[in-house]
């Protein structure tokens, strides 16, 4: 049964991950249109988005609707990176810093949408400590820390279920399809698909996840993606 070699992290390639992700790009421009039409969560900046979205929802007075717009709009305007908001400075107060260009722009869009100024500053505070957290703890990638606790659903699942039919390789497999499809978690690189474009790529399989990871592209959008080009280029593999 083949399985991907996890190596340490430490041997990762960066020159390897940059030609990783210049791949994964054309295959996504070849064969993304084989996909389903939509998934859940197919860039992972929309995670953060939703994110946004929630801390806005509960900390303005605003309609989950009207919250879930200025979520959005904000974000189509390029101001919403993780990594940028990380770096703005919090105040002694708890605040963030109000002279920031970037918090000075967002502040103009929520005061121009009736956004108060107390709810600004306490939503742009939030969303600034958790991207903050995000950055220093999963290298500014919610599919990091996902991808890291849904690992662990499957593992607890698989400890309690045993199928007497297959190999334990096997039914890992299907519990973390089943988990990618039901919860719409990044859990990535299951399938003997993906195993075998990481050997004809000569990458291992944290230089597949940091690829993924820097285009931005779900784990688990990745995976039906191999399969389609595999199947394609070598056939159907059981």
């Given at each position: 049964?083949?399985?991907?070699?996890?190596?340490?992290?430490?041997?990762?390639?960066?020159?390897?991950?940059a030609?990783?992700?210049?791949?994964?790009?054309?295959?996504?421009?070849?064969?993304?249109?084989?996909?389903?039409a939509?998934y859940?969560?197919?860039?992972?900046?929309?995670?953060?988005?939703e994110?946004?979205?929630?801390?806005?929802?509960?900390?303005?007075?605003?309609?989950y609707?009207?919250?879930r717009?200025?979520a959005?709009d904000?974000?189509?305007?390029?101001?919403?990176?993780?990594?940028?908001?990380?770096?703005?400075?919090?105040?002694?107060?708890?605040?963030?810093?109000?002279?920031?260009?970037?918090?000075?722009?967002?502040?103009?869009?929520?005061?121009?949408?009736?956004?108060?100024e107390?709810?600004?500053n306490?939503?742009?505070?939030a969303?600034?400590?958790?991207?903050?957290?995000?950055?220093?703890?999963?290298d500014?990638?919610?599919?990091?820390?996902?991808r890291?606790?849904?690992?662990?659903?499957?593992?607890?699942?698989?400890?309690?279920v045993s199928f007497?039919?297959?190999?334990?390789?096997?039914?890992?497999?299907?519990?973390?399809?089943?988990?990618q499809?039901?919860?719409?978690?990044p859990?990535?690189?299951?399938?003997?698909?993906t195993?075998?474009f990481?050997e004809?790529?000569?990458?291992?399989?944290?230089?597949?996840?940091?690829?993924?990871?820097?285009?931005?592209?779900?784990g688990?959008v990745?995976?039906?993606l191999?399969?389609?080009?595999?199947v394609d280029?070598?056939?159907?593999?059981?």
């Amino acid at each position: 049964m083949a399985r991907m070699k996890k190596v340490s992290k430490k041997e990762t390639r960066p020159e390897r991950v940059a030609a990783l992700e210049a791949r994964i790009r054309e295959i996504y421009a070849e064969y993304r249109h084989h996909l389903p039409a939509d998934y859940r969560w197919e860039d992972e900046s929309s995670r953060w988005t939703e994110l946004v979205y929630c801390i806005f929802a509960e900390l303005t007075k605003h309609s989950y609707r009207d919250a879930r717009r200025l979520a959005n709009d904000i974000a189509d305007l390029n101001l919403l990176a993780v990594e940028d908001l990380a770096g703005i400075p919090i105040m002694d107060d708890g605040m963030v810093n109000p002279d920031n260009s970037r918090v000075r722009t967002i502040t103009d869009i929520l005061k121009s949408n009736g956004v108060s100024e107390d709810e600004i500053n306490r939503s742009l505070s939030a969303i600034c400590k958790v991207a903050q957290a995000i950055q220093e703890n999963y290298d500014g990638k919610i599919q990091k820390f996902l991808r890291k606790y849904g690992r662990e659903i499957v593992n607890e699942f698989d400890s309690h279920v045993s199928f007497s039919e297959v190999s334990k390789g096997t039914q890992s497999r299907i519990l973390v399809k089943w988990i990618q499809n039901t919860l719409a978690m990044p859990l990535a690189f299951s399938n003997v698909y993906t195993v075998r474009f990481c050997e004809n790529e000569g990458a291992t399989y944290w230089e597949l996840a940091e690829a993924a990871d820097n285009i931005g592209i779900n784990g688990a959008v990745l995976d039906d993606l191999l399969e389609v080009y595999i199947v394609d280029t070598e056939g159907k593999k059981i």
